[in-house]
């Protein structure tokens, strides 16, 4: 069955940097596209990025385009978050999410995917 499950979170200052892991199990990540989504208190969902399952292509929202990163690690089946110039709006809970497509499709609507992990909070202080 598919499980993820994200790491990495915490506390940074403004301006630091976290990379978030997602572990998955039950597909492959070098087939299956996957993706990250958070949601911040009181607010909706928002699509961050993905990663293709089809060739390894990224497609990050603007909000965070420049400053975020995706990659994976085929062999160990993990994906990765790099966030790096952190500002006080990324703080929020951070979800990674794959719903058994190939390709990513619009990066805002990877918050009706089927799957994801129980996520990881993310603290951006002054």
């Known amino acids: 069955q598919v499980q993820l499950v994200e790491s990495g979170g915490g506390s940074v200052q403004f301006g630091g940097s976290l990379r978030l892991s997602c572990a998955a199990s039950?597909?492959?990540?070098?087939?299956?596209?996957v993706a990250w989504f958070r949601q911040a208190p009181g607010k909706q969902r928002e699509g961050i990025g993905c990663?293709?399952?089809?060739?390894?292509?990224?497609f990050l929202a603007n909000s965070v385009k420049g400053r975020f990163t995706i990659s994976r690690v085929d062999a160990e089946n993990l994906v990765y978050l790099q966030m790096d110039n952190l500002i006080l709006e990324d703080t929020a809970v951070y979800y990674c999410?794959?719903?058994?497509?190939?390709?990513?499709?619009?990066?805002?609507?990877?918050?009706?995917?089927?799957?994801r992990g129980p996520g990881t909070q993310v603290t951006v202080s002054p």
């Open positions: 990663i293709s399952g089809v060739d390894g292509s990224t």
């Open positions: 999410t794959t719903d058994h497509l190939r390709g990513c499709g619009v990066v805002s609507d990877v918050v009706r995917y089927d799957y």
């Open positions: 039950g597909f492959r990540v070098d087939y299956y596209a």
